[in-house]
């Protein structure tokens, strides 16, 4: 069985660190007014600061926009491209 999986570019456009456009998103882990985290077609990605929204997201695209005070932008593991289960959450 052969799957079709579409691999879409991976960017960020961040502008004056209050605004910020991500591509290649394939899930959103958790979110408040001071982190986000989302999962991205090279690995996690966690976007920090104050007062962030987020303002529109594409399920069909992965594309995402993020407006609020921008304080860090972290990559985590790269092998990662989606949520653990709560099992996993306790191990890692």
């Known amino acids: ?39 991205t077609q090279l690995g996690e990605l966690t976007v920090q600061g104050r007062e962030l929204h987020i303002d529109s997201m594409s399920v069909e695209t992965g594309d995402m926009t993020i407006t609020g005070d921008i304080w860090a932008v972290v990559y985590g593991d790269r092998d990662r491209k989606g949520p653990l289960s709560a099992l996993g959450r306790l191990f890692r």
């Open 1 to 39: 069985m052969q799957e079709n999986i579409i691999k879409k570019d991976h960017n960020i456009i961040i502008e004056n660190r209050k605004s910020m456009t991500v591509s290649g998103i394939t899930d959103v882990d958790s979110f408040d007014e001071k982190a986000i985290c989302l999962y």
